[in-house]
């Protein structure tokens, strides 16, 4: 969670630099406009749920869907940072519980439980 801060304030204004340099620019431009059409498609379907879409994006234990990259996805779509930090901190955590269940498998998860 330490590079969550970093990433949020930094990210965006990193891709927005370097839009207009020779080497990395069209790659640069390209993040950009990916990330924020992507945004407009979530915000325009999550709506309000924008916090609960975050949680669930970081919380679901697949690769390239963890907190830096919910961090990242929270910085292009300019939402609010102690939303943002407090629903990818609860993602992370809904991950590490949903690992902790499946590394015990079916028994060790129903004796967790009960």
Known sequence: MIPVPF???????ILVWGADKPVVGNFFTWCLEKGEKGGKKLQA??????????????????PGTG?????????????????????VMLGVILAGIIM?????????A?????
Do not use: C, E, H, Q
């Open 7 to 13: 990433i949020y304030f930094f990210a965006r204004k």
């Open 100 to 108: 902790a269940l499946a590394s015990m498998g079916l028994f060790g």
């Open 45 to 62: 379907t999550a709506g309000k749920g924008l916090f609960v879409a975050l949680l669930l994006f970081v919380g679901i234990p697949l």
């Open 110 to 114: 129903l004796g967790a439980l009960f």
């Open 67 to 87: 907190a830096w990259t919910g961090t990242l996805a929270a910085s292009i779509l300019d939402m609010n940072f102690k939303s943002s930090v407090l629903a």
